[in-house]
């Protein structure tokens, strides 16, 4: 089992950057695969991006070329980098973690979550 908190969250304008983290405890870190995914206001959730246990990574369209996804396994801390940051990034931003492993599009359904850490961007 797996604890999650994540921090970083924030508000910018448009064309800004904020890095987001999650700190990991309980379990192996190194052993678990980990994404993010985010809920906007009023909408479903949707995969962000993912990193496997060897450092390979995944994104959604939308985000790709914009956000990076890294993870420091001597801090168990993962990270997503985000830069050119659009209104439409705005929503709950959540660090999800699985042993089964997956692609961004998998995140969602991770067994393991955090509580969430909020994003928004005004134009």
């Known amino acids: 089992q797996v604890q999650l908190v994540e921090s970083g969250g924030g508000s910018v304008q448009a064309g800004g950057s904020l890095r987001l983290s999650c700190t990991a405890s309980g379990d192996t870190y190194t052993t678990y695969c980990m994404g993010w995914f985010r809920q906007p206001p009023g909408k479903e959730r949707e995969g962000v991006a993912a990193?496997?246990?060897?450092?390979?990574?995944t994104y959604a369209d939308s985000v790709k070329g914009r956000f990076t996804i890294s993870r420091d396994n001597a801090k168990n801390t993962l990270y997503l980098q985000m830069n050119r940051l659009k209104p439409e990034d705005t929503a709950m931003y959540y660090c999800?973690?699985?042993?089964?492993?997956?692609?961004?599009?998998?995140?969602?359904?991770?067994?393991?979550r955090g509580q969430g850490t909020q994003v928004t961007v005004s134009s």
């Open positions: 990193i496997d246990i060897d450092g390979s990574t």
């Open positions: 999800a973690a699985d042993q089964d492993g997956g692609t961004w599009f998998d995140v969602t359904d991770f067994h393991y």
